[in-house]
């Protein structure tokens, strides 16, 4: 478990609503609550400079004001700007973004923001492998204790969580030399999803630090 419970983790989403959320109330306090579904895609050049796409679909969760003020209105197909953290839900145990902030935008085109930039400890072995490209490829975990204020239980929440990340590179092989566990890491990435049942959160790393204890 990380030593620190302030760790930083912040994602950012910018993306098309996969379909009209829909919106219920809870009591106690009285609150509009939303679960939906964002797709961001993500586009790169191959080798061959061939044009290559990838979508990816984040749950999200919003809730209080920001549902009534940016998600009421919102349709299928719409643009939303999401800022939140990383999260589990604590009813199915699925592996989420919660948002803090939403803002709406009508139906559009534009390149897509998919941003995850957190701190965090590490918790397994860095495992090192080449691809049949001959490229490295890392994976390890992270375990990220991070304090969230809960608007439906009125009260500073404790998230830890375990995700895992992927990176690719010469940032790969410098992981595994220099990285051991406990290391403390600053990640910079994507947020991605593992092809499983469950649609793992995984992290896609683009930079990774390695920090002095």
């Known amino acids: 478990m990380p030593r620190s419970r302030h760790q930083l983790c912040q994602v950012t989403l910018l993306g098309n609503l996969v379909?009209?959320?829909?919106?219920?109330?809870?009591?106690?306090?009285?609150?509009?609550?939303?679960?939906?579904?964002?797709?961001?895609?993500h586009r790169w050049q191959d080798k061959q400079q061939q044009t290559k796409e990838w979508t990816s679909y984040h749950q999200i969760k919003v809730v209080g004001n920001a549902v009534e003020e940016a998600i009421a209105q919102a349709n299928k197909g719409?643009?939303?700007?999401?800022?939140g953290y990383l999260a589990t839900n604590s009813i199915n145990r699925s592996e989420i973004v919660h948002a803090t902030t939403v803002e709406h935008f009508a139906k559009g085109f534009t390149p897509n923001i998919n941003?995850?930039?957190?701190?965090?400890?590490?918790?397994?072995?860095?495992?090192?492998?080449t691809s049949e490209r001959g490229q490295p490829f890392a994976h390890f975990d992270v375990a990220i204790a991070h304090q969230a204020y809960s608007e439906q239980k009125q009260q500073l929440i404790d998230h830890n969580i375990t995700r895992t990340v992927q990176v690719w590179g010469h940032i790969a092989s410098q992981l595994h030399q220099q990285a051991s566990l406990g290391a403390n890491l600053v990640i910079e990435g994507r947020l991605t999803y593992a092809n499983d049942a469950e649609k793992t959160q995984q992290i896609t790393a683009k930079s990774v630090h390695v920090l002095l204890k």
């Open 78 to 83: 719409d643009l939303l700007l999401v800022s």
């Open 19 to 41: 379909a009209k959320p829909e919106i219920r109330y809870q009591a106690n306090p009285v609150l509009a609550v939303t679960e939906l579904t964002l797709a961001t895609t």
């Open 115 to 129: 941003q995850v930039i957190c701190s965090a400890e590490l918790v397994s072995n860095v495992e090192l492998v």
